[in-house]
């Protein structure tokens, strides 16, 4: 995890062209020499069906993020369901207002997540401090500290753009592209 | 319910109250200066000396019977000397007067006298006061930054303070998450350790035990957004409790000097995030008494429908972290389904289902269209079933009884010494609710019945919560039933808003208690001093004592049946 | 050929009990979904059939994390330690008379011995993931263990003086008719709670504690060491499940289906299974958590002398007759149910009135408890709230 050491850990939506699962980069993961194709497809299926997101809310967000899993909603049915433990979490779901001094928390908590692991910004807040954003103590985007994989706007969105925004990151990985941790890497550091 | 009185007038605190105010503070004599009024309609304020601030304030409390602090905050004067007022108010719970006292501080250095060791609710305020504008309280117990990171340079409510037009650059925010911020910019000796934290260490000698602190939050599942607590346990009972905040810091208060008043409105918003219509509430009440002008009726009825609407959708989300804190996953699924139900009609009024951005000086900004209204009151005819429901699930459940009941008490006289309010004050019988003693809005004219527990434990204010979701209902279907015609927002009212100068500080009784907002104008377009009262704030720091000979698994039952929403308390 | 054909026991029982495992996984999510009015999963094959699939091969794919400063030994030995002994309780445990790994003289007493390894995983897992959650959520385990195995033991005891064997199946073969549940109510009641403890399920789920201990013995553990703990719990559903049909439901006796010791009847083997975690599960979307020192106090001061209570009526049922074991039985059941039903109704009774007593409000108390005794519940014109 070389991304705290670097100043620039922006990811420019466009700079950071998804990579598929046949690209030759793929051939740098050191899993792939191990992994025949199929069971790379079955990996595929496996993280496009199964989506553990880690409940870290902070703010107003939290409370649609809750939302979600209510009846109405119930992302059960996807196969999304929430864990505690960030070492079991997939996906780090920011919802809400990062302060500067959550920030070093939640780096933390993206660290002590297991690869491949999966940032969702959600809400105006996570994506670019939002209301909030000339203020003295609020981070302006997470992406500013970690890579970020989806963005879903709104001042709190609504639960159905954050289900969307699950599905499409169950889509993508099904389709086998990559975490935009690892594109980060495999741009900077040249290996997965 | 009664029928809408024709001689309507703004429900303000009567003007008695503001009387016996001024002789209260006359008859404290030679502790304090000259009286005046905070603002146009606002309360009597003394001026008082440093030397002379503790002797009125306990005179106050213990001679005439103030024991509520509801506000302590200060208000930069911006001038040469770098001078500014401390504000101090009072409230006699009898009859609701409010008397304030002001301490002016003329120049750098800014020291004040505590009043934390004689109040322990001033602890935390004061911490704040320190934190945001620099001033230090001689003889506090625990003086540190509040709400931002030990190592902030600056105190950021001072008017001086320069905040960068494009926020904090993305460079400081990188090099903020190399550490924790826990080490003040001079050094360790800088930040005082918490008080109990000497106790660590040594244990229980019979049976060889080793005392650990415990960081619960700010993420942890259950601690209702980042709250952080330090707790030092023993095995598995509690010795101590420290809560700690600011991780939801988004300077809220001075973001909203930097805005014309109505673009304060969505700030207001998201201050309480899960009852987002009480702090607009308050602030559009305080704006209107400072502006000079009154809500129609009919808009006095929207207020009191949306805000004991939004109280019970608070109160599901509460409910579901009571029952989610015990470890019953249940309880949320089924209060979430009438929660959605509750947020249709908000969506249909208002366009958001959270951030309604809804009040307006003199009214409101929609009408409730007539078919949303037939539904909503469709859905609260009904609503007493699913509160039995919400009840069969969790009140006689035999766990959540001998998890909650007996546990986490808290006494009266802990209540007045915290500035406790709201359900949390009401559960252990403690008569306040501003909805009946200081009516706003429509709340003179439809009566509200307060809900009382005995005990004061966590089963009390659970049952007191509860108990609010159905007079909250029966509320809400009296003020849509009673609700009259006319327009829902008055006439004539200028587009931009310029307030003479001056204070208004308005208070409503929000779904975690006495919520205020003091509005400072000084005859610009933008406010010069926006400060919420938070309920939760002063709740939050009583919970050390709710704490007391507790264990390992009440924590998180108790702390949630504060009903802490961080948005609010850190603002 | 014996060495062949024992290897092929093992993998058959192995893939049944995995097989079984998977779809109590999946029962647990649609079950607790349907009972929240939600669905559960739905989209991964038929009906979410395939979720825990994806779920457990997605974790495969996780990386492994072992945090620095763990005591490495035990922390990549643990979720081992769990694993192992939950699969290894099949060797004695029978599906239907001849098909069984050994039919052990003393296999009650094996499967006993070998499920009380695995709290000592726990308290591997606690001790070494350097974090106090999980330390707290190890001891918890421990305790809780200890409170409940001696109950639990007790208990059977009751059982195996009926059958007067510790064979499973001689236990199954003697409730010809005549299930234990009807003669002995009590000790299947106190079997089914302390095996609620002893799978870590709500209201006992101490060591895990979601929503106090973040994850309890398993927050440091990722990937494919998380995923054994994960099975392994469920597995140790299935086993209970199994292990309380055969001892009081009459195992694989029943009027249909090759019941009564046909082969088939491992059909009704595992419907009585199943109905018994469904009551697991019902338990867990009904109940919150009790707290530690309460677990541990219905275990001492409750269970074990209502334990001991029906081993000592058992014994007067064997040196009298059966009528007046289940009359005396049912007594203590009813005596059981009416006082834990009274420790709910009453708690924090004497906290509470001492609190009440000395409250300072002006007004009365006004919410009618409808636990407590309704003579308190006065109320004022001005705060009456219904009842």
């Known amino acids: 995890m070389g991304l705290s050491d670097s100043a620039d850990t922006r990811l420019s939506q466009e700079g950071a062209a998804t990579v598929a699962a046949d690209d030759p980069a793929m051939a740098a993961d050191d899993r792939s020499g191990v992994l025949v194709a199929p069971l790379q497809t079955i990996m595929n299926w496996a993280r496009g069906h199964s989506m553990w997101p880690m409940t870290f809310g902070t703010a107003c967000c939290a409370i649609e993020m809750m939302t979600v899993g209510s009846p109405r909603y119930d992302t059960d049915r996807f196969g999304i369901f929430f864990r505690n433990s960030p070492r079991q979490a997939d996906c780090m779901i920011v919802a809400g207002t990062i302060s500067l001094k959550m920030a070093p928390r939640m780096k933390l908590l993206y660290e002590q997540m297991a690869e491949p692991k999966y940032v969702i910004a959600m809400g105006a807040c996570a994506i670019s401090g939002g209301p909030f954003m000339h203020g003295y103590n609020v981070v302006n985007g997470v992406d500013q500290i970690m890579p970020v994989d989806i963005y879903i706007p709104g001042c709190p969105p609504r639960p159905e753009a954050l289900i969307n925004g699950l599905l499409t990151l169950m889509k993508r990985n099904a389709a086998g592209e990559l975490s935009a941790a690892q594109r980060y890497r495999l741009e900077t550091e040249g290996h997965l | ?571 | 050929m014996i060495a062949l054909k024992t290897l092929l026991g093992v993998v058959v029982i192995a893939i049944v009990v995995l097989v079984n495992t998977i779809v109590v996984m999946w029962c647990e999510r649609k079950w607790l979904g349907h009972m929240q009015s939600r669905q559960g999963p739905l989209r991964t094959g038929w009906h979410g059939a395939l979720q825990p699939f994806a779920d457990a091969i997605k974790l495969l794919g996780k990386e492994d994390i072992v945090p620095a400063n763990v005591d490495r030994p035990l922390f990549l030995i643990a979720p081992i330690i769990a694993f192992i002994p939950s699969l290894l309780t099949y060797a004695a445990m029978p599906w239907i008379e001849s098909f069984v790994g050994a039919s052990l003289d003393v296999g009650i007493f094996m499967v006993f011995a070998i499920t009380a390894i695995f709290p000592v995983s726990m308290l591997f897992a606690g001790w070494s993931s350097f974090n106090k959650y999980s330390l707290i959520g190890g001891f918890r385990a421990a305790a809780q263990q200890v409170s409940y195995e001696v109950p639990m033991a007790v208990a059977i005891a009751g059982v195996v003086m009926l059958a007067e064997s510790m064979r499973i199946s001689d236990i199954v073969n003697a409730q010809h008719g005549l299930y234990y549940i009807i003669l002995q109510p009590c000790a299947a009641i106190l079997f089914f709670i302390a095996m609620l403890a002893e799978i870590n399920r709500t209201p006992f789920d101490m060591p895990e504690s979601e929503s106090e201990l973040v994850g309890g013995i398993n927050t440091e553990y990722s990937s494919m060491r998380f995923a054994l703990f994960f099975v392994a719990e469920y597995i140790n559903v299935f086993t209970w499940s199994l292990i309380f049909s055969l001892l009081f439901l009459g195992g694989w006796n029943g009027p249909l289906f090759g019941g009564w010791d046909g082969p088939l009847g491992m059909v009704w083997l595992l419907l009585k299974t199943y109905a018994v975690i469904f009551m697991v599960f019902w338990v867990r979307a009904t109940l919150p958590r009790v707290r530690i020192d309460q677990l541990t106090a219905l275990g001492w001061r409750i269970l074990l002398p209502f334990a001991l209570a029906s081993v000592f009526i058992t014994a007067i049922g064997v040196f009298t007759n059966n009528f007046v074991l289940i009359v005396l039985e049912v007594i203590a059941t009813a005596a059981l149910v009416w006082l834990i039903a009274r420790i709910g109704e009453r708690a924090g009774e004497a906290r509470r009135s001492e609190a009440s007593a000395r409250r300072c409000s002006d007004g009365s108390a006004i919410i009618p408890d409808p636990g407590s005794s309704p003579g308190s519940a006065s109320g004022t014109s001005h705060t009456e709230v219904g009842a």
């Open chain 2, 1 to 571: 319910m009664a029928a809408p009185d024709p001689a309507h007038t703004q429900s303000s605190p009567s003007a008695t109250a503001y009387k016996a105010g001024s002789g209260i503070l006359t008859a404290l004599g030679n502790l304090v200066g000259e009286v005046d009024t905070l603002g146009p309609g606002g309360m009597y304020c003394a001026q008082v000396a440093p030397e002379a601030l503790l002797g009125a304030a306990t005179t106050l409390r213990d001679s005439y019977g103030f024991r509520h602090l509801s506000l302590l905050t200060a208000i930069d004067h911006a001038d040469a000397q770098g001078g500014l007022d401390l504000l101090y108010s009072f409230v006699r719970k009898t009859d609701g007067v409010e008397v304030a006292l002001r301490l002016t501080l003329a120049k750098d250095p800014l020291v004040a006298p505590s009043m934390a060791p004689a109040w322990p609710a001033a602890n935390p305020l004061e911490r704040e006061v320190f934190d945001l504008f620099g001033v230090r309280f001689e003889n506090h117990p625990f003086l540190r930054r509040l709400v931002l990171r030990d190592d902030f340079k600056g105190h950021p409510l001072r008017k001086g303070f320069e905040m960068s037009p494009d926020g904090v650059p993305a460079a400081a925010s990188q090099a903020a998450i190399s550490d924790h911020g826990l080490v003040g910019p001079a050094g360790n000796d800088d930040v005082p350790g918490f008080p109990f934290m000497a106790e660590a260490g040594g244990g229980d000698p019979l049976m060889h035990s080793e005392r650990i602190v415990l960081n619960v939050g700010p993420q942890h599942p259950s601690t209702h957004g980042v709250l952080h607590l330090y707790v030092l346990l023993d095995g598995e009972k509690v010795i101590g409790a420290q809560p700690t905040q600011g991780y939801l810091h988004r300077c809220i208060e001075k973001l909203a000097e930097s805005r014309t008043y109505k673009a304060v409105i969505p700030l207001m918003d998201r201050c309480d995030y899960v009852s987002s219509f009480h702090t607009e509430l308050a602030y559009v009440l305080a704006l209107e008494e400072l502006l000079g002008v009154e809500s129609t009726p009919k808009a006095d009825f929207i207020r009191v429908l949306m805000s004991e609407l939004v109280r019970i959708t608070s109160h599901h989300t509460w409910y579901t972290a009571a029952g989610l804190d015990t470890g019953a996953l249940t309880p949320f699924l089924y209060a979430f389904i009438d929660r959605e139900l509750i947020l249709d009609f908000f969506e249909e009024v208002t366009g958001g289902r959270m951030m309604f951005n809804y009040f307006r000086p003199g009214g409101v900004k929609d009408d409730i269209p007539p078919e949303s209204a037939e539904k909503l009151r469709k859905m609260l005819a009904k609503f007493g079933e699913s509160v039995d429901g919400y009840e069969d699930m969790l009140t006689g459940n035999e766990v959540f009884r001998v998890r909650t009941r007996g546990i986490g008490m808290l006494s009266c006289e802990e209540i007045e010494a915290y500035s406790v309010t709201g359900p949390m004050a009401r559960g252990s019988g403690y008569d306040i609710d501003l909805r009946r003693d200081a009516p706003y809005a429509a709340y003179g004219r439809i009566p509200v019945n307060v809900c009382l527990g005995t005990a004061g434990d966590t089963f009390d204010r659970y049952r007191v919560r509860v108990s609010e979701m159905r007079e909250s209902a029966r509320i809400a279907l009296a003020a849509l039933d009673g609700m009259p015609e006319g327009p829902h927002i008055a006439d004539g009212l200028p587009k931009s808003i310029k307030p003479p100068a001056g204070a208004a500080y308005r208070k409503v009784e929000s779904p975690r208690g006495e919520l205020g907002v003091l509005v400072m104008s000084d005859g610009t377009a933008k406010p010069w001093r926006v400060k919420v009262r938070s309920p939760a704030l002063s709740n939050l720091h009583a919970a050390p004592c709710m704490l007391n000979d507790c264990q390992m698994g009440d924590i998180i039952p108790v702390v949630g049946s504060v009903d802490v929403v961080m948005g609010e308390i850190d603002r």
